[in-house]
């Protein structure tokens, strides 16, 4: 079965560093979604890409994050630089779906990435 | 707009007990439902949805819903809990991107 893939699993790093995640959505997917879940609370959606677009970036915050899927497959999400705060589980997911804020279609979640700022 | 309201933060039950996870929605259009899980450092899995068609859905691991539409309520159940259902329960807003802080559910041996 398909899945989505991120890497890396867990990450420390040292505040004021930068920090870069990756995901491989399921293929075919055309939307995709970065989350960040802070330990003990549900997931905060940080981005919407359909293909290359962004279709929702409203929650990143754009001083330090940055996302980017170029070709419209996978896609990479950066911390410049990393404070404190930032530690979470950031997590990618992806669906068929190519209508902005689509409702009924699945999404399917990646393993996550666990980071840790120090 | 629509929001869903998940109803207590900590659930517990015993194994073989029947687990019953609550989530009330409003709306003023149909809605469409979602419940998902997530086992401890893992990313969020769909147990099921609903959309249109029958109200009571089946999903994956034994789980059901029922949409009640006179209840706004869709309410997760599994007639007996097993150990490896311990993990937090999602049941998000229509569009997806709230899921709000969840329920974790317990299992007591």
């Known amino acids: 079965e398909a899945e989505v893939a991120q890497s890396p699993r867990y990450k420390i790093t040292e505040k004021s560093q930068a920090v870069a995640f990756w995901c491989d959505p399921i293929?075919?997917?055309?939307?995709l979604y970065w989350y960040r879940q802070i330990l003990g609370q549900g997931p905060e959606l940080l981005v919407q890409f359909q293909d290359e677009s962004v279709v929702d970036d409203s929650q990143l915050p754009k001083d330090r994050f940055s996302a980017e899927r170029l070709k419209g497959v996978d896609s990479t999400l950066k911390i410049q630089p990393a404070e404190l705060g930032d530690s979470a589980m950031y997590l990618c997911?992806?669906?068929?779906?190519?209508?902005?804020?689509?409702?009924?279609?699945?999404?399917?979640f990646g393993p996550g990435t666990r980071l840790t700022v120090l | 707009a629509q929001s869903v309201t998940q109803l207590g933060s900590h659930v517990s039950v015993s194994e073989g007990a029947l687990v019953l996870l609550r989530c009330n929605y409003s709306s003023s259009v149909p809605p469409y439902l979602f419940w998902y899980v997530q086992y401890p450092n893992q990313g969020l899995q769909l147990l099921l949805k609903y959309t249109t068609g029958a109200t009571l859905v089946k999903g994956i691991n034994g789980f059901e819903a029922e949409f009640k539409k006179s209840e706004t309520s869709f309410h997760l159940t599994k007639p007996s809990a097993h150990m490896s259902d311990a993990a937090e329960y999602f049941c998000p807003s229509k569009n997806k991107i709230i899921f709000g802080k969840g329920t974790r559910l317990h299992i007591l041996p």
């Open positions: 293929s075919g997917h055309a939307t």
């Open positions: 997911a992806s669906s068929w779906e190519r209508l902005a804020g689509g409702d009924t279609d699945t999404q399917y």
